[in-house]
Nanobody, 120 residues
Framework: QVQPVESGGGLVQRGESLRLSCAAT????????MGWFRQAPGKEREFVAR????????YYADSVKGRFTISRDNAKNTVYLQMNSLKPEDTAVYYC?????????????WGQGTQVTVSS
């Protein structure tokens, strides 16, 4: 079992930055990748970014390319999402999820979410 725990959300103004953290505990050897998703009020959950545990592959949603960077620190079993040039439309609850080694592309374990609010 792998349990991700997000932190780092908060309230910022347009153009400012935040760094989200996702600490993974448990059987981290089963992790193929980690993904960030977000859900804004009244909208469906959407993909934001993903990184393999090895750090050899990353992928971003078009809406965040050039502004967000996903990275990992395997020694700390932690994945980060550096968010720069934040916009009000980035406001959402951000979730960290674990991608299975047995079924790549399937996210089996989810954190509780952390709120990011960007004001104008």
């Amino acid at each position: 079992q792998v349990q991700p725990v997000e932190s780092g959300g908060g309230l910022v103004q347009r153009g400012e930055s935040l760094r989200l953290s996702c600490a993974a505990t448990g059987r981290t050897f089963t992790v193929y990748g980690m993904g960030w998703f977000r859900q804004a009020p009244g909208k469906e959950r959407e993909f934001v970014a993903r990184i393999t545990w090895s750090g050899t592959s990353t992928y971003y949603a078009d809406s965040v390319k050039g502004r967000f960077t996903i990275s990992r620190d395997n020694a700390k079993n932690t994945v980060y999402l550096q968010m720069n040039s934040l916009k009000p439309e980035d406001t959402a609850v951000y979730y960290c999820a674990v991608e299975s080694t047995r079924v790549p592309g399937r996210f089996d374990y989810w954190g509780q979410g952390t709120q990011v609010t960007v004001s104008s």
